[in-house]
């Protein structure tokens, strides 16, 4: 039964080229720790989208809770935090996960720099990381003013007072990130749009060009 | 349409008038016949090692989760002064960097556009500044070196930074909100209500006794709302705190760092009985009953 959909399906679309090409690839003895024990380097990659999926799925979670505004925010992270059932859990995967995940690519980039495997013709492939890196960066500092604690608040304010003090492009940055002459209710729903609309978006379009190169270019050859 | 007819010098056949190619049998991937030796396929036999990994991390993961659940402060008071400001712990390092003479101030350009931008612009166009065939990073010491200083400076900062947060913490006596707060909820002090900032709205304002607070010379510090300003407090709800009496007393006396108002108000016009109207009018300054604001 499942094989006739199957095959209703593959006939119209031609679909198991697409999966095959994902599921057949060799994976090289050097990269598999099973063989050598010191290729766990290998893994942070995978890892860094393991822990990125676990942002995505716990910080979909977290909006169905979360109120962006500037009363509501702080008591709505409270609320998640000690009265919604297991909301400390998913609260405390997106917090310490958005540490973690930097942690991770932090040691990818680290592994791909040291193999050298971001050499010809895998220089495309390390830029496009590089983009990921500082998209991450930005889902961290915009994340971070969500909850509305004084921490959140004045990290923000200064880091907004820094960007401003970028000669030329200063003022302009910080009326972007600000919206408005105050780090306040404006802030609160830009960074919230930012954090999760805009960022996400440019974070998968980067990440499947990174994974289309990898797979097109296989992974780099052993030292 | 050319898709209709099937002839046999047609090479490429597709299903209908769609793009998709008929009966095309799939090609394989090339192996890595390259790298001889104990490849294996991606899906299932590779994968499943990759989850094995990915399950350790998660439990390490989940227990540090239990172990430590995430902090949250006291609410955001834009008013507080004293609140010492840090970015999050992988932002340390470029903040460290502005606290340095030559990269603040007149020099904050250099702490805010040139050192970060060389440092990612360089990263960033790593494979275009290392262009040389040779992979091992023993074999590219300029490289490899740059890299592995920049990764030292970055984690002396960050350490730097973190250091001197906990010693301006320990010489200013501040416990971190976030821990300040969790240890009172532990203790079961009610944290919410003191956060909950109740506005009590003015009563009676179409009454002779708000006429008369308008031309005394409470209005001038009190403002008109009863709101007060900067140091001077307000008088909304005033009538939960002191009795009628006691309220001429405070006008007659003064009270803390307020002066005596009785006498110069009668100076300026106003009678003794206006002035216990007032004082009348302001001991019903209270806050509304907690059945008629839940019940609202």
């Not at chain 2, 998709?20 to 390259?34: I, T």
Request: aromatic share 14%.
């Amino acid at each position: 039964m499942l094989k006739k959909m199957y095959n209703w399906i593959d006939e119209r679309l031609d679909i198991t080229p697409m999966w095959r090409d994902v599921a057949d690839h060799e994976v090289p003895e050097h990269v598999n720790p099973a063989h050598h024990f010191s290729a766990f380097v290998y893994c942070f990659g995978g890892l860094t989208f393991f822990i990125t999926i676990l942002q995505i799925l716990s910080g979909m979670f977290l909006t169905m809770y979360y109120v962006p505004d500037i009363t509501n925010a702080y008591k709505s992270v409270d609320f998640l935090q000690h009265e919604v059932a297991f909301g400390v859990i998913v609260r405390g995967m997106h917090h310490w996960g958005a540490s973690l995940v930097i942690v991770m690519m932090f040691l990818h980039t680290l592994r791909v720099f040291f193999t050298g495997s971001y050499k010809a013709p895998r220089e495309m492939n390390w830029v496009v990381g590089m983009l990921i890196f500082m998209v991450m960066l930005g889902l961290g500092f915009t994340g971070y003013l969500l909850p509305w604690d004084n921490k959140a608040y004045f990290a923000t304010k200064v880091g907004i007072q820094i960007a401003a003090s970028v000669p030329l492009l200063g003022p302009y940055i910080e009326t972007f990130l600000q919206g408005g002459s105050i780090t306040g209710a404006q802030t609160l729903t830009r960074f919230f749009a930012l954090h999760v609309f805009f960022l996400p978006g440019a974070l998968f379009a980067l990440l499947a060009g990174h994974f289309i190169m990898i797979r097109k270019q296989g992974i780099s050859g052993p030292l | 349409m050319a898709h209709d007819h099937h002839s046999k010098d047609e090479k490429v056949i597709y299903v209908g008038d769609s793009r998709v190619k008929q009966g095309g049998k799939f090609v394989p991937p090339p192996d890595y016949s390259a790298y001889p030796g104990k490849s294996e396929a991606f899906i299932p036999n590779f994968l499943l090692k990759e989850w094995m990994v990915g399950c350790v991390v998660l439990i390490g993961f989940l227990a540090l989760i239990i172990a430590h659940p995430s902090p949250l402060g006291y609410p955001a008071d834009p008013n507080n002064s004293a609140f010492i400001p840090m970015p999050d712990w992988y932002f340390l390092f470029m903040y460290q960097l502005l606290k340095y003479p030559y990269l603040s101030e007149d020099y904050v350009v250099f702490g805010t556009v040139i050192i970060p931008g060389l440092l990612f612009g360089a990263l960033t166009l790593a494979p275009f500044l290392d262009t040389g065939k040779e992979r091992r990073f023993y074999k590219r010491p300029i490289a490899s070196s740059l890299m592995l200083l920049s990764f030292a400076a970055v984690v002396y900062l960050t350490v730097v930074s973190w250091d001197h947060y906990q010693h301006e913490l320990e010489i200013n006596n501040i416990i971190p909100e976030h821990i300040e707060r969790a240890e009172k909820l532990a203790a079961g002090e009610d944290v919410r209500e003191e956060e909950e900032e109740t506005v009590i709205p003015i009563v009676g304002q179409s009454e002779v006794g708000y006429e008369i607070y308008e031309a005394s010379s409470c209005l001038s510090c009190h403002a008109s709302g009863l709101e007060g300003q900067a140091s001077f407090p307000p008088l909304l709800g005033i009538g939960d705190k002191y009795t009628e009496d006691e309220l001429v007393d405070i006008m007659k006396n003064g009270i803390g760092t307020m002066p005596a108002q009785w006498d110069s108000n009668i100076t300026n016009g106003l009678t003794e009985d206006e002035l216990n109207t007032l004082a009348a009018w302001l001991a019903t300054q209270k806050a509304p009953a907690e059945d008629a604001a839940s019940a609202e």
